[in-house]
C-alpha cells in the first residue's frame, strides 16, 4: 500500500484478445446483414414488378 492508501494492482490482459476465430466470426455475422439486406430487396423488386406487370396485364 502506498503513503496515499492505494493499492497498486498487477494488470493481466485477457488472452486470445484481437483477430482469432471469435473475431472472424463475428465479422462473418455482421456481413450477412447485407446479404440478407440486399435479398429483402431483391425479393421487394421482384414482387413489386410482378405486381406492375400483372396491373398492366389487367388493363390490357
Known amino acids: 500500500m502506498s503513503e496515499d ?3 497498486t494492482v498487477s494488470l493481466r490482459l485477457p488472452q486470445n484478445t484481437g483477430l482469432d476465430r471469435k473475431a472472424f466470426q463475428s465479422l462473418g455475422y455482421s456481413l450477412q446483414w447485407f446479404g440478407f ?3 429483402a430487396l431483391w425479393m421487394w423488386f421482384r414482387l413489386f414488378r410482378r ?3 400483372a396491373v398492366r396485364e389487367a388493363a390490357l
Request: without cysteine; aromatic residues 12%.
Open 5 to 7: 492508501g492505494l493499492t
Open 37 to 39: 439486406i440486399g435479398f
Open 51 to 53: 405486381e406492375a406487370e
